[in-house]
């Protein structure tokens, strides 16, 4: 039987592999998938305490809004790295050192 301490232990290995991609990653678009996980990991351990405390609704809820909130926040950087790349040429976080308005 899968206990809560799986579903943790899951969580805590997605999260760490997300902080170690926005760690190394230098490309935008690695850092983004980095945070992805994160957000991911921390739905999924949502859901996993609502379900073992017998508040599936509230858990499931809360991984909804993580959900809404990483689509979101998925769109908007989608957007500035156009636009970074559009305007620098590259997608390497580093490399780009001023905004131009």
């Not at 899968?2 to 490309?27: D, E, P, S």
């Not at 609704?57 to 909804?64: K, Q, T």
């Amino acid at each position: 039987m899968i206990t809560l301490q799986h579903f943790l232990m899951v969580g805590a290995i997605v999260f760490a592999l997300g902080i170690y991609t926005v760690v190394t990653r230098r490309n935008a678009l690695g850092i983004l998938l980095g945070t992805e996980l994160v957000l991911n990991a921390a739905a999924l351990n949502m859901v996993a305490f609502g379900y073992f405390g017998n508040k599936v609704v509230e858990g499931s809820i809360y991984a909804l809004f993580v959900i809404v909130l990483a689509a979101a926040e998925a769109a908007v950087a989608l957007a500035i790295g156009l636009m970074i790349f559009r305007n620098f040429n590259t997608i390497d976080a580093t490399s780009v050192d001023e905004m131009r308005g």
